[in-house]
């Protein structure tokens, strides 16, 4: 079994910045692919950022250039760095694991709103 915690989500005005962590526990030697997703309400779920054990990152178009991932290998945690936040980037990130074999373990999420 492996544990994602998120947390770091909380209020921004638009162009400010959070910093979102995800810590893994468990099984983490097993875990091969980690992203970031969020879902707003009647939109389909959207892979925000993701990298794997190569550290090779990828971003969806609506966040490239403002997002980036990261990962610490010393404290098995994934980090979602944002920046220039917009109204729209509004609603709940959560993280996911992945390991070999194909079993998704996901996290509890975080909040994430833009206003102001």
């Known amino acids: 079994q492996v544990q994602l915690v998120e947390s770091g989500g909380g209020l921004v005005q638009p162009g400010g910045s959070l910093r979102l962590s995800c810590a893994l526990s468990g099984r983490i030697f097993s875990i091969y692919f980690m992203g970031w997703y969020r879902q707003a309400p009647g939109l389909q779920r959207e892979l925000v950022a993701d990298?794997?054990?190569?550290?090779?990152?990828n971003y969806s178009d609506s966040v490239k250039g403002r997002f980036t991932i990261s990962r610490d290998k010393a404290s098995n945690t994934i980090h979602l760095q944002m920046n220039n936040l917009k109204p729209e980037d509004t609603t709940v990130y959560c993280c996911?694991?992945?390991?070999?074999?194909?079993?998704?373990?996901w996290g509890q999420g975080t909040q994430v709103t833009v206003t102001g």
């Open positions: 996911e694991g992945v390991e070999c074999g194909g079993v998704e373990y």
């Open positions: 990298i794997n054990l190569a550290s090779t990152e």
